[in-house]
């Protein structure tokens, strides 16, 4: 993208589409946890423990991720606005 550029409404399509992105992931958390924070979990017998703090930590951080783009998204529309 160019700075020069101030297409706000390209900017929030954008991050849209990421936030689509994290929702996607966060509802898929369950499956991608795993490849994420435990490493060879095939070959490894993790406990449930470790599965769920997995988990927990993957919606955590995807949580904030989405909270942070909606965040970017208001700026983006209050700027449009004015």
Same mark, same amino acid.
């Given at each position: 993208m160019n700075k020069?550029?101030?297409n706000s409404i390209?900017?929030?399509?954008?991050?849209v589409a990421i936030l689509l992105?994290? /929702?996607i992931l966060i509802f898929n958390a369950d499956k991608i946890s795993p490849h994420i924070f *435990?490493?060879?979990y095939a070959d490894n017998n993790?406990?449930? /423990?470790a599965f769920m703090q997995a988990y927990l930590t993957t919606q955590i951080i995807?949580? *904030?991720l989405s909270v942070l783009d909606i965040g970017l998204i208001v700026v983006d529309y209050l700027k449009l606005k004015k």
């Open positions: 020069n550029d101030d390209t900017y929030i399509a954008y991050k992105v994290l /929702l *435990l490493y060879n993790y406990s449930d /423990l995807l949580s *904030l």
